[in-house]
């Protein structure tokens, strides 16, 4: 049977649909070190700071594989934007504080979207192989799969971190092919699916890949996506 790979992270688990919950939280128990602002305006600015410094792809590439720092750096941030307002802003021990509640946090509140466990279980059962391919840190990707037992539906997991080289890297869903044996004129023979353009997609699609963005936000496809996928979901029961 062809083989399928899967993305981990806004794939078959809820990740960014849980980081706002984790940021409010966050603000709301330390909003006492702060005067004259309120926890929805501290929220706002860390949620910018958050925004700008993800946006830069070097610091993504550079920092995804240590979020406890790259989060202390984007709370620190919301606090010079805050400064710049004239706000007076806690020590920075403090902020380290609030960022390492929100890493604590934001690994707590991470659940499988609906049906997705359900999905690999049938998937496996009709003999699918299929592999995992995930980008960030080994030892935080590596406490999801173990917290769900997703190792048991996969014939092979492959972490960036302990691979060596991320998403969109070819090398990395060249590595996919090579455990099933797929040579270069028939990697049409195996499907990825992920959310990402990027990352999932476009990588893929590099070597020949069949692709399947799962558009799980439901936002539509851009005129400016880095690559068109072969097919799109909303969920990962479509899979079936």
Request: overall charge negative; some cysteine; proline content about 4%.
């Amino acid at each position: 049977m062809q083989p399928l790979f899967f993305d981990l992270d806004d794939t078959i688990l809820v990740y960014h649909g849980v980081s706002e919950q984790a940021w409010t939280e966050a603000c709301d128990i330390y909003i006492d070190h702060f005067s004259n602002l309120s926890s929805s305006q501290l929220l706002n600015v860390i949620l910018a700071a958050s925004s700008w410094f993800w946006s830069d792809e070097k610091r993504f590439k550079k920092m995804m594989h240590n979020l406890v720092e790259a989060r202390r750096q984007v709370v620190s941030k919301a606090f010079e934007m805050l400064k710049a307002e004239g706000i007076a802003v806690p020590n920075q021990e403090v902020a380290n504080t609030i960022a390492d509640y929100f890493t604590h946090r934001r690994e707590e509140l991470i659940y499988p979207f609906p049906g997705a466990l359900e999905t690999l279980r049938e998937l496996q059962q009709r003999g699918t192989p299929l592999t995992m391919i995930t980008n960030s840190n080994a030892e935080v990707q590596q406490r999801k799969i173990d917290r769900f037992h997703l190792d048991k539906y996969f014939d092979n997991i492959i972490i960036s971190g302990a691979f060596g080289y991320d998403k969109p890297d070819s090398r990395i869903f060249q590595h996919a092919l090579d455990f099933y044996k797929i040579d270069g004129d028939n990697t049409s023979l195996a499907t990825m699916i992920g959310d990402s353009l990027t990352s999932d997609i476009f990588g893929a699609s590099q070597l020949g890949i069949q692709t399947i963005w799962n558009d799980w936000r439901k936002s539509g496809l851009p005129q400016n996506a880095p690559a068109k996928p072969d097919r799109i979901i909303h969920s990962i029961q479509e899979i079936l």
